[in-house]
């Protein structure tokens, strides 16, 4: 993928030893008729209040680090890093972020025209978001390991992404604002190293809840389990590797999170269909 001028990391440093107020940055990474892709860094934090945003095209976002509340008309959703944002355009929305700092993005446009024609007469999007789902776990590795054929990589997320909102009924988040605030603890400690050792129990602790609430609250608010969550963090972490270094599938397994390379070998054939070397071999043909 192109590089961006800061990361998240970077970019909340900067605001933090200037004093600077919040901000967004979009940087076009691609486009072509009817669609773009953009890289979308946010710093702001608790102390900032969200302000109204309206979509002008469909969006389809990637959450690539961070986490935010995203708001409008269909409810309020927790968006985590590999879930998907969507959007409809003409649809006024919200971004907080209450309960930690920052967010980046890959976010995906596409005309209203071209966009309809590819779902078919599908009425647009129903639901805010979409978690991070197995049937989509492949495109999403692809789109933050590398923008190769992004127009391709653009048509193969929309339509997949639609045909993942239509399998799955609208579940507005009603969960009270201190859970939301519990599970955002336990999903940056992920998201800051998924390949720690996390365990149920470690999660628990720091969203400050038994392990059975936890487990229920997590998944209500993620739409997976933290197993699932923890998972596919590194799954998602070990595919950025194979496409971007020459580190071998051990080391790549290891730095990962996975114990042996039979366990991560496994794992990820299971979710992207194909193993770490045919991966790296298919990105490189790209």
């Not at 700092?101 to 599908?122: I, K, N, Q, T, V």
């Amino acid at each position: 993928m192109a590089k961006i001028a800061l990361t998240l990391e970077q970019a909340l440093a900067q605001r933090a030893s200037s004093g600077a107020a919040a901000s967004q940055s979009a940087r076009l990474l691609a486009q072509g008729d009817g669609w773009s892709v953009e890289d979308v860094v946010c710093t702001a934090g608790p102390r900032d209040r969200p302000f109204q945003e309206r979509h002008s095209w469909y969006r389809i976002a990637i959450v690539l680090s961070g986490t935010f509340q995203y708001r409008s008309g269909l409810g309020r959703e927790l968006l985590t890093p590999g879930s998907l944002l969507l959007g409809n355009p003409g649809q006024c929305f919200e971004c907080g972020h209450e309960h930690g700092p920052g967010d980046r993005c890959l976010s995906f446009g596409y005309a209203p025209d071209f966009f309809e024609r590819l779902g078919a007469g599908m009425p647009g999007f129903r639901r805010l978001c979409l978690p991070p789902l197995r049937t989509l776990s492949a495109v999403v590795a692809r789109a933050t390991a590398t923008l190769e054929q992004p127009e391709a990589l653009s048509l193969q997320l929309a339509i997949q992404a639609l045909q993942a909102a239509s399998d799955l009924s609208p579940q507005p988040n009603v969960a009270a604002p201190s859970a939301v605030a519990r599970v955002t603890r336990s999903v940056r400690l992920i998201d800051h190293d998924p390949s720690a050792e996390l365990t149920l129990a470690v999660l628990a602790q720091e969203a400050g809840l038994s392990p059975y609430h936890f487990l229920r609250t997590f998944e209500r608010l993620t739409g997976v389990t933290p197993h699932k969550y923890l998972q596919r963090a590194r799954l998602r972490k070990a595919a950025v590797a194979l496409a971007q270094e020459p580190a071998r599938v051990l080391e790549v397994a290891l730095d990962s999170g996975f114990g042996d390379v039979t366990a991560f070998n496994r794992a990820f054939r299971a979710e992207f269909g194909v193993s770490p070397r045919g991966y790296r071999a298919q990105t490189l043909r790209r």
